[in-house]
């Protein structure tokens, strides 16, 4: 019989960064009810506190570690510093807004209690520890995502990038609940430690219980991977990044990212670190695959990036090039004895693609026009002349993702290089190195066109203060990570996943 | 693992199939079927059919019909939870209130917006 | 005394706040305070430098590892034994390079302020300038290849900065420019490949990137010698330590004071630890410095050792190095290794095949050409090579490789000199060819050799910059006056930097066409000039290497210097003898004292420079052992670098190589002399006596094309590269993917469904409920087109696609097995 659980079991103290943000969002949807309609700025500083209050929880708990919600959430390390990562995203990305949603004429209250409970999905995924809960919190980050797309309306270009988020969207959700339930008609449970319990008697019993668990998991990786845009199932990410106002670009790049590779770390890492296909096999069954989602995402990304006019479009496939990377790593995970160095190398490469990536949105934010125009990259052409700031401040971001050292994006690659290579992913690590050197190519374009080529520099009206705020934190987050990584290896030296703290 | 467990749900779902199915091949059975192609058009007042059959509507329409189908999944919800109040005890009650308050909220945003004045 | 190393961050430092200062308030500061600030800051490194030579002499040149504060956890994460400290070296190998870098990047700073004079974006060249001596400075002060490889890309950041400063000049100049630049950012990207590769492969084997980890001894030979003579046991100890390099070595004189040797790096500073921390010895030291604890490394376990020892150890163990698929014997991993940083030095040192940056690079203001693209940055693969010269000695088939590209690089680029009209463009295939003389050195094993080579040559290569930038100056100026005299007709096409524009510059500007000479001559190696006495070392090591290898590099060598003599002559009668060719050169006058002041004190270095390494047994040509005796005995130089360069070794003198290359140079002077003396450099239409000769003809094109080396990177590469880049941009990608995969089969694909299911309707062979079926479908399809106005379905196939091909690779293993 089913034993009636108290509140004290829910552990609710463990779950309070997560929860408290879910709670601000429903508590600004209704603040934001009383705020008048020229001032909703205010509902963005209300919105950023309650931001703040989160970051506070986090760092509070941050050492703390335990499961909440009757096993199905855990609160470790992992969850305390991918939490880091996406409040900073969402804090920047109020910032980023701020100005931008004035000048576009689209100032509405409800954006910002859409992008809080959007971040609120992403925690509830770097913390999720069963299968439903993934799927939940995979819906509740990317619902508000669909919304914000959109929220240029009536504009055709807005619209579009939201439908087509959505459809697709759901189609790959779909995807990942089928994942979900054939891994549950393999193993009888959601729950991922349990899951990784059942893994070794399907190993020794093989047949068809083997067949569905690889199914499932080939169908997780399916749901999860359309989330951060990797080869092949990225094909929306060029047309909704360009179509979607570009605060809202900065914010699902990083923030969609954070949280599709959290679940995906989560489920491979927790629950099926040791599915090899025969007893004796150091590399998980899925390594094959992942290695090769990865490879093929590395090379298309960076190639098709070379041939981008506009800069978003850029941005885009750039950013699918860096979901290859991190891909990389999550292959890496599935060597035996590798998955908790490949994890930590994850986390750093998110960090280092959280601050550069929101800088560079940031810029290109600030040069376009009030009504979503010239995003090109020959608008860049003679911004070292009439912006010499922002022209520094971008290239540092274009030299950290291509990866030149003293930037945040080397100290990335070079753990992912790192845990691939000790992963004896030899061949991966030498394409890695190989795209990342033609990436070269479209970043230092951008750089060329600010410096070298001769042309009126754009007046950058986008530039005004709170945006100037934002790209300011990015950059000194790069330039940090870049000089002193170890002030973020350090903190994820601490972190300790899950694997460890439940079946070991 | 024990699919028995299934046994009921599987039984509704084969019982509700084999009626659905029943009812409309019954009417097809027993009722006279004699299709000419005037029988077969979309009806429209013995008009020959003009446009389409989707036509815009109001969008209040589907508001109202969203509406609905939240407070209906309340509902749904709410029942069995009643049926086993008393097991569940303050457990219970603290998560329904959880969930009544999100609702609350949503209903709270959509009153003060004007969603539920029709014009 | 002791203390004196800790002052080695000062050196990075320094160039790093005069650039903060320059970047942040140069505009406002003005042209005086932010051009002797820069020069200021270059200035007091070089005294830092000076300072830490002064405690080598004084300490028996013990290395020293230095942990700046603040810096010490740079990379580090405990758990997965990854440990890369901030460490800076001192030893005489980097405090070498750290005085050149300093010491001829000081001059060319002051030089610069003469020479940039009224550029708007003066401050900001400062900036730059002292920019690239921070990552310089990082790149020979690290003690491990990362931070080696920091500043290398660093170096290769500021070079890419400073050839494109003028991006903006009028009429396409700057244009082409910045193509100038970003040719060189991209062939250096190939040798930073090879060299991450390098860096990778490194760690792999080694498990650590330090060269030495403190307290570790990097020459044993030395350091036995040393401790056996500070304890008074030096006849005993003296002749182990000949006999491991008997061979080569003559000296041996109770003169050489610490001679062939090894050495250590006894003392671990760090931070303020450092009294503590140092031998016992240390209180009363008032006397002389400690005697070393050990003479050797058996005490250090094997995972305690850097690179270079490990390397060793793993050679007397004959390990292997597993690969996970495969597992290599350390011999043939130290080929792989060597090889991946050869590329890499092929890429900053401008060799064969990746040369082909330097020459363009040229663009750049003179002073960059001279302290980057002369004197220092390009030297960096030498360096780098001489620093990891235990892994080149230990891996013959590289040294070979090396060998050859090092001579075929000295011969080609001093041919392609030949015919050259552009005064700069002739010295930087000079440096490409001279580079090769070093790259040479280094893979017959002459390590020393090599470092003299590039000391030397950055003094009289940064004397003949410095000096072509005064001509430039002086030329332009000249134009300048006269253009402004009379409307001058043809003020589009001038070039300034056209030998043709010049000559008799010999009365206009004095003392540039003496110290002029001063570099030609040691460029040519004529006694007693620096240039003769460190090519020549590079001669006689190749002669002693006795084998194939090193004698056809010794004939490559010795035509690539009678070229070198020639071209140079060439120059010089073209610039500065005859008479004025046009209005310019006739009003051409002298330089300011800033940019004068510099070119003499280099003269006076490329003099001179030359008698600190002169080898034993030199007869006439040291004049009978006067500057033997001056400089405390032959071949100090090398003896000097011997602590911290373990095969370091000194050439035996080779008075007839010696003779044959003096003569051959003096021939080819002569013969130069011939051509293009009395005034007949330049024929009158404008071309080279040597072209209009019909039997030097074919030989002089060849020069003047390059050897069509350009065109055929060109070709083989860019176009091919280009047209892949567009192919997969606009084929694959659009007219593949959106307009084939979507048009035609997605949506023709549609309409034939809907064509087959309607179409036997209209038919009238199905009728009612098949007929609404058909239509359905491509309502359907239409209203799926009208609501997704972009490509949406062609996605979810993919997508879809994307499944599948997951799935099967998923299921192939286990269907594969059988199962």
Sequence with gaps: MFQVPTIADLNLGLTLPALSLALGACVLLLLDLFVPRERKEITAWLAMAGIAVSFVLNLAGFNESGTAFLGTFAADQFTGFLNIVILITAFLGVLLSLDYLKRAKIERGEYYVLLLLSAAGMMFMSSANDLIVVFIALELLSIPLYIMATFRAPDLKSEESGMKYFILGAFAGAFFVYGAALVYGATGTTNLPEIFAAVNGIIAAGGSQMFLLLMGTGLILVGLGFKVAVVPFHMWTPDVYEGAPTPVTAFMSVGAKAGGFAGLLRIMVVALPVFVLKDGQTAAAWQQTFWLVAAATLILGNIVAIAQTNVKRMLAYSSIAHAGYIMMAVAAAGTAGVANEATRAALLYLMAYMFTNLGAFGIALAIEKDDGSDTGVDNFIGLAKSKPALAAMMTVFMLSLTGIPLTGGFVGKWFVFKSALDAGLVPLAIIGVLTSVISAFYYVRIIVNMYLKDGEGDPAAGATRYVNWAIYVAFAGTLLMGIFPWIATNLSDTVVLAVEMFVR | MALQEFAPAAALLGLSVLVALLVVMLSRLLGPHRPTSRKQAPYESGMKPIGQAVRRMPVKFYLVAVLFIIFDIEVIFFLPWAVVFRDLGVYGLIIMGVFLFILTVGFIYEWKKGALEWE | ?819
């Design chain 3, 1 to 819: 005394m002791e203390n004196l190393p800790q002052l080695v961050p000062l050196v990075v430092f320094i160039p790093l706040v005069g650039m903060i200062i320059n970047l942040l308030w140069g505009a406002r500061l003005g042209e005086q305070w932010a051009g002797w600030i820069g020069s200021g800051a270059a200035i007091l490194s070089f005294l830092v430098s000076f300072l830490l030579l002064t405690y080598l002499t004084g300490s028996n040149y013990q290395s020293v590892v230095v942990n700046p504060p603040f810096l010490d956890g740079w990379l580090s994460i405990g758990s997965i034994n990854l440990e890369i400290p901030w460490q800076q070296r001192v030893d005489t190998l980097s405090v070498t390079m750290m005085l050149v870098v300093t010491g001829v990047g000081s001059l060319i700073h002051i030089y610069a302020i003469g020479y940039m004079h009224g550029d708007e974006r003066f401050p900001r060249f400062f900036a730059f300038l002292n920019m690239f001596l921070v990552f310089m400075l990082i790149l020979v002060t690290g003690n491990n290849f990362l931070m080696m490889f920091v500043g290398w890309e660093g170096v290769g950041l500021c070079s890419y900065l400073l050839i494109g400063f003028w991006f903006d000049k009028a009429k396409g100049v700057g244009w082409k420019n910045s193509l100038a630049a970003r040719k060189a950012m991209i062939l250096n990207r190939i040798g930073d490949f090879g060299m991450l590769m390098g860096i990778f492969l490194i760690f792999w084997t080694f498990g650590t990137l330090d060269y030495y980890k403190p307290g570790e001894i990097a020459n044993v030979e030395y350091q036995e010698h040393l401790v056996a003579q500070l304890t008074g046991e030096h006849g005993e100890a003296a002749a182990p330590a000949e006999g491991e390099h008997g061979a080569t070595t003559t000296e041996g004189e109770a003169a050489a004071p610490a001679a062939e040797g090894e050495h250590t790096e006894a003392p671990v500073a760090e931070g303020e630890h450092g009294e503590a921390a140092a031998p016992a010895a240390e209180g009363e030291h008032a006397v002389g410095p400690a005697i070393p604890e050990y003479v050797n490394n058996d005490h250090i376990a094997t995972d305690q050792l850097g690179v270079f020892g490990k390397a060793q150890r793993m050679l007397e163990d004959g390990a292997e190095v597993n690969f996970g698929v495969v597992s290599l014997p350390i011999e043939t991993v130290l080929v792989l290794i060597t090889l991946f940083l050869l590329l890499g030095a092929t890429g900053k040192s401008a060799q064969i095949p990746l040369f082909v940056w330097l020459p363009d690079a040229m663009a750049g203001p003179t002073p960059v050409s001279a302290l980057i693209h002369a004197a220092t940055m390009v030297t960096a693969g030498v360096y780098m090579m001489v620093r990891s010269n235990v892994l080149y000695h230990n891996a013959e088939t590289t040294s070979l490789v090396v060998a050859l590209i090092g001579a075929t690089t000295a011969l080609a680029a001093g041919y392609i000199a030949i015919g050259q009209w552009d005064i700069k463009r002739v010295l930087a295939y000079s440096t490409i060819s001279q580079l090769g003389f070093m790259v040479a050195a280094v893979g017959i094993g002459a390590y020393g050799a090599a470092m003299f080579h590039l000391v030397t040559h950055a003094f009289f290569k940064a004397l003949l910059f410095l000096g072509s930038g005064s001509v430039i100056h002086g030329v332009e100026h000249g134009h300048h006056d006269v253009s402004h005299g009379h409307d001058h007709h043809h003020d589009h096409d001038f070039d300034p930097q056209d030998m043709r524009n010049m000559g008799g510059l010999r009365n206009k500007m004095p003392i540039t066409f003496l110290t002029y000479l001063v570099g030609t001559l040691a460029l040519a190696g004529i006694w007693p000039f620096a240039g003769f006495w460190s090519k020549d070392e590079i001669l006689a090591d190749a002669w002693l290497s006795n084998t194939a290898g090193g004698y056809v590099v010794l004939a490559m060598l010795v035509i690539a210097a009678a070229f070198t003599a020639f071209y140079m002559w060439r120059q010089i009668e073209m610039v500065f003898f005859g008479k004025p060719r046009t209005e310019a050169a006739e009003h051409a006058h002298e330089s300011t004292p800033a940019m004068l002041w510099p070119l003499v004190i280099l003269a006076f270095f490329a003099l001179l420079a030359g008698f600190y390494n002169v080898p034993a047994n030199a007869g006439p040509f040291t004049i009978f052992g006067f500057f033997e005796w001056l400089f405390g005995g032959a071949h100090s130089f090398t003896v000097f670098l011997e602590p911290s360069v373990a095969y370091a070794h000194a050439g035996e003198f080779q008075g007839g190589i010696a003779a044959v290359a003096l003569i051959l140079a003096l021939g080819a002077i002569l013969l130069a002399r011939r051509v293009y003396g009395d005034n007949k450099s330049v024929t009158a239409d404008n071309t080279d006596p040597l072209y209009v000769n019909p039997a030097t003809r074919q030989i002089w094109s060849l020069a003047n094309a390059r050897l069509y080396w350009d065109e055929t990177y060109n070709r083989l590469l860019e176009q091919p590269f280009n047209a892949i880049g567009n192919f997969l941009a606009h084929t694959l990608d659009w007219t593949f993917w959106h307009d084939y995969v979507h048009e035609k089969v997605v949506g023709r694909g549609f309409n034939a469904l809907g064509d087959l299911l309607s179409s036997p309707v209209d038919l009238g062979i199905i009728d009612g409920i098949v007929n609404g079926l058909g239509r359905l479908v491509s309502w359907l399809a239409g209203g799926l087109r009208r609501i997704q106005t972009g490509y949406v379905r062609t996605y979810a196939i993919t997508l879809l696609l994307g499944v599948v091909l997951v799935i099967i690779i998923l299921l192939l293993p286990m269907l594969q097995s059988g199962s």
